[in-house]
């Protein structure tokens, strides 16, 4: 008899344990399932970004760098459904120039100087910019796959824009790799010697439209074992 309801309770044991097992499985399943309605999020790597631009005037141009401080995108269904990229304003380079020269527009971008302030990008005011991605369409246009179009914010003034890109999305990975595009910056206030509201200012202006380019990286979250 004694052995009869020890087997018994063997069997109620195992019972629990595979239950508990099942449930605790079913819970991972229904939390990977939610995750992956919601999209998957890949982090944006500042090292592996860049985002390059390029600003002309009659006598010639000037190009440089931005640094990417953070940003994320979400992949759905196998495509990018959205994503920030915050660019740090106080990383400005001009990449053509050396020496005073070089110091010295850079200081003029960024507004630190004892002068002209807010000529430019201002960044003791506003230190960051950022991309939020609206939506992602297949491009018709030649060499890339997809036009991001998304609110960019700078000096607190946001404008909808759209970038020519190419988008690669693997499990470990998403690129997006733009065409150059163009951006007015009087549509940001940035309207220093523009010879649209500086009519007087003769061969001397900068031309309003800046051109951008950008590569960006983000790497997937690494993967975690649900709890047994």
């Known amino acids: 008899m004694r052995s009869i309801v020890n087997l ?30 919601q999209g998957v999020e890949y ?9 390059t631009w390029e600003g002309s005037k009659p006598t010639g141009k000037h190009v440089g ?19 920030t990229v915050v660019l740090d304003m106080n990383t400005i380079t001009v990449t053509d120039l050396t020496g005073d020269d070089k ?10 100087g004892a002068e002209g302030a807010d000529d430019f990008f201002s960044v003791t005011k506003f230190p ?34 759209t970038i020519p890109a190419n988008i690669t999305i693997n499990n470990e990975m998403v690129v997006v790799t733009s065409n150059p595009f163009t951006i007015n910056r009087t549509d940001w206030g940035i309207k220093y010697a523009s010879k649209n509201f500086f009519k007087e200012i003769g061969d001397k ?4 439209a800046i051109s951008f380019q950008l590569m960006v990286e983000a790497k997937a979250a690494p993967a975690t074992t649900p709890a047994q």
């Open 103 to 112: 110091a010295g527009l850079e200081e003029h971008l960024k507004g630190t």
């Open 205 to 208: 202006f900068i031309e309003d």
């Open 128 to 161: 960051m910019a950022r991309f939020e991605i609206i939506s992602v369409t297949p491009s018709t246009e030649a060499g890339v796959n997809s036009m991001v179009k998304g609110n960019l914010t700078i000096k607190d003034i946001t404008k909808e824009v």
């Open 43 to 51: 982090t944006i790597t500042p090292e592996t970004a860049k985002v």
């Open 65 to 83: 760098t931005v640094n990417v401080a953070k940003g994320i995108f979400t992949v759905k269904d196998g495509s990018l459904a959205a994503g």
């Open 8 to 37: 018994f309770l063997v069997v109620l044991v195992a019972v629990a344990v595979i239950s508990c097992k099942d449930n605790a499985s079913k819970a991972a399943d229904a939390t990977a399932e939610a995750a992956t309605a």
